[in-house]
């Protein structure tokens, strides 16, 4: 007889929060229950899509103004406690989500909602509010566990290219990278946990590299140190999202959300690089130094350009992002990211700076865009920076802390711990340079 899974986390039903006989009342003038639920369901779909905690109360204080209430909210990783005020009496509420992810669709779907809601949906009643939220939450992926198999395997081969690697590195880690993103997605879907899911699919990921390598090996000679490549055929698993968003929750204060963020991103690097660092020891895999390329300057940048392009629009696919969104971001990358480099190899710029140069243009080509295109400030700065965030300095920390080699582990930790400060940091300056809502602490 097979066993039932039990849910832990037990569904809530939205539409029973609606008043008795108020179909064809405006939810301006609900019970303060029915308000209360809108704003509080708001507020989960957004946290939700990944979003920082700064943008999920600015949607829930905006809902809660046009209908005439207070609402103040304490917003974490994966839960949100809020109270809903109108002068006499008051509402509380803890909600909490069964997983974390991130959704650039549904997060710019949710955002058309709060500015439509300005403008005339809050003469709709909460029957047909929650109706509508209803089809916005059944935006799920847009794209196969094949579809999102293949844009991990072409962010990971990009992301090959721009750390050093060659062609051999770059198929390798395209075909592990592929298996390897496939298997979490089909594990992730079927609900299994988060831990399960990132050691399979970097166990994978792993295995598929070392096999083709062996096979390469044995059939065109090819030198066994092409093996450097297997660090990025597990890249996919790279947290830039809650990374990135961490920082920025911080800046503004969250202190709650940008911890949390911070800590289940942690949690990903130590638990993918110590399943790398495991199967590297199986398969006898060293994270040598890359096949020295030489290329003219010219067809550096150019080659360059397109790795960026193509490893931060892999980055939106997996991020849920439509095409036409997923090409605005690596558009942004691909510029923003030559630059870091290129400030690095050709003005001896340290990479920590040049990392806080090239998140800055990163933000602010996004805020350009932003205004004609009315895409998520964050669906285009995140996956354009993501790139950026150095899994190869992490897991090369990992690796020399795992065989004891301590000094050389503090090096890359430091190197890893630089970059990843200055990223947000370019993102908050630039978000400050040119968005008035975020400049001030209110």
């Avoid at 989960?44 to 909210?73: D, H, K, P, Q, Y």
């Avoid at 892999?314 to 997923?326: C, K």
């Amino acid at each position: 007889m097979q066993q039932v899974v039990r849910k832990n986390h037990m569904d809530i039903a939205w539409h029973e929060y609606t008043d008795a006989n108020g179909a064809d009342i405006p939810v301006t003038q609900a019970s303060l229950t029915e308000k209360a639920s809108i704003i509080g369901r708001v507020g989960i779909m957004f946290l939700s899509c990944g979003t920082g905690a700064w943008r999920v109360r600015s949607s829930m204080n905006t809902l809660a103004e046009v209908m005439g209430i207070t609402c103040t909210a304490d917003i974490g990783l994966m839960s949100i406690e809020y109270t809903c005020f109108d002068g006499e009496k008051g509402f509380t509420q803890s909600l909490c989500l069964t997983n974390t992810g991130v959704n650039t669709s549904k997060l710019n779907r949710l955002e058309h909602f709060i500015r439509e809601f300005e403008i005339d949906r809050k003469d709709m009643s909460g029957e047909e509010l929650h109706t509508l939220l209803d089809e916005i939450e059944r935006i799920h992926g847009l794209y196969s566990p094949v579809a999102l198999g293949f844009a991990a395997a072409l962010a990971c081969c990009g992301f090959t290219f721009l750390l050093g690697g060659g062609p051999i590195e770059m198929f390798c880690a395209f075909a592990g990278a592929g298996f390897g993103n496939y298997l979490r997605c089909k594990l992730t879907k079927h609900h299994f946990t988060l831990f399960f899911s990132i050691v399979t699919s970097v166990a994978l990921a792993c295995l598929v590299y070392a096999g083709f390598l062996k096979i390469g090996e044995l059939l065109f000679d090819i030198s066994i140190q092409h093996e450097a490549g297997y660090i990025c055929a597990m890249l996919f698993i790279i947290p830039g999202f809650p990374f990135i968003t961490s920082g920025i929750d911080l800046a503004k204060l969250d202190m709650r959300s940008g911890t949390e963020r911070l800590m289940y991103a942690l949690i990903i690097i130590l638990v993918a690089t110590m399943s790398a660092w495991i199967m590297a020891m199986l398969l006898h895999l060293k994270p040598v130094d890359f096949i020295k390329i030489s290329l003219p300057m010219e067809l550096w940048i150019l080659f360059r350009l397109l790795a960026s392009f193509c490893g931060v629009f892999g980055f939106s696919v997996m991020f849920n992002s439509p095409i036409r969104l997923a090409a605005s971001a690596a558009t942004i990358g691909a510029v923003a990211n030559t630059l870091r480099l290129e400030l690095v190899d050709m003005a001896g710029m340290p990479p920590a700076a040049a990392a806080f140069l090239g998140a800055l243009t990163a933000g602010l080509l996004a805020s350009m865009i932003k205004n004609k295109a009315g895409y998520p400030r964050i669906s285009l700065t995140v996956p354009s920076i993501v790139i950026m965030v150095p899994g190869l300095y992490l897991y090369r920390g990992f690796y020399n802390l795992g065989i004891m080699n301590l000094a050389t582990a503090a090096s890359w930790f430091a190197a890893a711990i630089l970059i990843i400060a200055a990223l947000p940091l370019g993102l908050i300056f630039a978000r400050i340079l040119t968005d008035r809502t975020f400049r001030y602490c209110t």
